[in-house]
C-alpha cells in the first residue's frame, strides 16, 4: 500500500507561481512511477505529468509543456509539480497517483493508488 497527500494548492493570479507537493508514505516509494493529473468542473480528469521511477525520464502533456516541472526527492518521499506561468484554465484539482509502471502512465487506469487531490484556482 502507499498513502498520497497533496499539498501546496491555492489561489494564485494567471501569470504567477505554485508548487504542489505530494508525500508519500508505505511501500518503497522510488520502486514507483509518479503522475499528476488534473479535474475541472464538469471535465474529465486528465494527464498533466510523469516522472519513471528514479527520475530518469519525464513527460508531460501539451499543454503544459514548458510551464510546468516534474520532479522527485527520494529521500524526503515527495513529488512536486512546479507551476509557472499560470492560466485560468490550469484551474483544476490536481491529483497525484503512484504506478507499478514505467509505460503508458498518461493513462489514469494505469496508476495504483491517488492522493485526495489539492485544489488550484486561478485568477485573471
Known amino acids: 500500500q502507499v498513502q498520497l497527500v497533496e499539498s501546496g494548492g491555492g489561489l494564485v493570479q494567471a501569470g504567477g507561481s505554485l508548487r504542489l507537493s505530494c508525500g508519500a508514505s508505505?511501500?518503497?516509494?522510488?520502486?514507483?512511477?509518479m503522475g499528476w493529473f488534473r479535474q475541472a468542473p464538469g471535465k474529465e480528469r486528465e494527464f498533466v505529468a510523469d516522472i519513471i521511477w528514479g527520475g530518469e525520464s519525464t513527460k508531460y502533456a501539451d499543454s503544459v509543456k514548458g510551464r510546468f516541472t516534474i520532479s522527485a526527492d527520494y529521500a524526503k518521499n515527495t513529488v512536486y509539480l512546479q507551476m509557472n506561468s499560470l492560466k485560468p484554465e490550469d484551474a483544476a484539482v490536481y491529483y497525484c497517483?503512484?504506478?507499478?509502471?514505467?509505460?503508458?502512465?498518461?493513462?489514469?487506469?494505469?496508476?495504483?493508488?491517488w492522493g485526495q487531490g489539492t485544489q488550484v484556482t486561478v485568477s485573471s
Open positions: 508505505g511501500r518503497t516509494f522510488s520502486t514507483y512511477s
Open positions: 497517483a503512484a504506478s507499478r509502471y514505467v509505460g503508458g502512465l498518461a493513462l489514469s487506469g494505469r496508476y495504483d493508488y
